[in-house]
């Protein structure tokens, strides 16, 4: 595709910029007040060396630590090399087994790697955040130094480890960082940056992501494919729809190479700012450029990290080359994939339960080989728990059969769909509030329990929950959603 056909994805109304956007975030009447004083962001010109032992300063311990220093080295470089081949869990606990603080019978080497390999994960869960976080407290405590990417990795992690951030996640991040900066002399770099303004806008700190981003400016920092898609998401959570096409403009200039997650990006901006004429001809231009002679592969945490990168190597290669863009941008994929179809259902759906065009997306998920997932389920769930009655398109009819395709897809092993405490909750409630039937609720229940182990904590928490969603099925209370 050409750059024209590129910013056709959106409709523009203005030429302005990025930076004009964010003056006018700061001033919406134009009254041009005197800006304030810059703030400085002072960081210590400490250089810092890496202390990296030597094969043979390697501490040695038993014969039965360097057993153990053996199987942790196999497993590390097995899990780099095939990230599936070895689970973290056997990893961790192999490191574990070395005495004290673990990090002196490790070579520097082994080190890092171990770092490395903690660092692949599908998903920043507390758990996977904790193992990391223990490792590096081990490496403190025994004098020796994280790397930038180490420091990187834990910033990521401190930030992303739950699924919305919060003040606390950006306070953390923020400490990481001074740390790195003030106390070790390790300067951030562009991924640095990156996932400070990401943390700061997802947590609702604009002014802190506006500094952030003037301080990438004044370090000079190349924006790459991340930043701009950061940008882009922290106009649409600013509701600033302008922003979301200044931001996509200046991506689409920066001969970055555009593909669907860079247009759901753009779709839950335009949405959130209220434009959704804006965002259905946005969606329908994704739909165009499918192409029927070809199957859309499915996208895992692996394949994706892989694409990012190409995607990345392209647009440093279109820079030099502006005339390989256009073949660079036409091996990207820019059709709907789950995560459009995530944020279409969880818009009209749960927040507006138009229930028509919520049929009409699952319809085209079949039509555009889309699989299955549990996140668009939990979405329909929350749909029917906010807006089902017997009155409403929302029926108990509906319900069943959404109901049973659950039940088919679960026991058919569908790929992404399994029983948690959230979406048991949910289900539930929808069943609650739409069928006003205790008996109802209590036989879902127990098919739930059939295809769901629990520990004696969660099945306590959940017939507690069951139990008083069956006793006030004719008045439950549904909280509100989040909107995303």
Known sequence: MSKEELLGFLDFYDDISVEERLEFLKDPYMRKYAPPEDTSLNVSDRLHELVAPAPEEVERGSQEDMEVVAKLRAAVYSRLLRPHSVDLETIYDLYLL??????????????????????????????????YFAVVA?????????????????????????????????EAALHLWREMEQDVGV???????????????????FALAEMIYQEMNTRGFHFNRFHHVSLIHFFGLKMDAGGVRAAYREMVNSSEIIDTTVLNCALIGLLRSGEEASAERLYNKMKATDRRSKIIPERNYTSQKKMTKVMLMFARVARKHPDMQRGFQSTSLTTPDLH???????????????????????????????????????????????????????????????????????????????????????????FAHCTRSQDRVLGVYEELSLRWELDSQNRSFMLDFCTSCSARAACIYVPPSPRW
């Open 340 to 430: 459009t179809y995530r944020i279409l259902v969880n818009h009209f759906g749960v927040r507006l339960g138009d229930m028509s065009r919520v049929a009409q997306f699952l319809d085209e998920m079949k039509f555009f080989r889309v699989p299955l997932h549990g996140s668009v389920f939990l979405a329909l769930f929350k749909s029917f728990a906010q807006h089902g009655s017997d009155g409403s398109d929302w029926s108990v009819q509906r319900l069943d059969s959404v109901w049973n395709a659950f039940l088919d897809a679960y026991d058919a092993g569908t790929d992404g769909l399994y029983v948690s405490t959230w979406m048991a909750m949910w289900i539930l409630r929808s």
């Open 98 to 131: 070395l005495p004290g603080h673990r990090i002196p019978y490790m070579s520097s080497r082994l080190r890092h790697s171990l770092f490395a390999a903690l660092g692949i994960t599908e998903r920043k869960s507390p758990k996977a955040m904790l193992r």
């Open 187 to 205: 300067k951030g770099n562009e991924a640095t940056f990156n996932i400070l303004f990401d943390v700061a806008s997802k947590a609702g700190k």
């Open 138 to 170: 081990d490496t403190k405590a025994s004098g020796f130094a994280l790397s930038r990417t180490e420091w990187n990795t834990a910033m990521s992690f401190a930030s992303r480890y739950v699924g919305t951030s919060t003040d606390v996640e950006a």
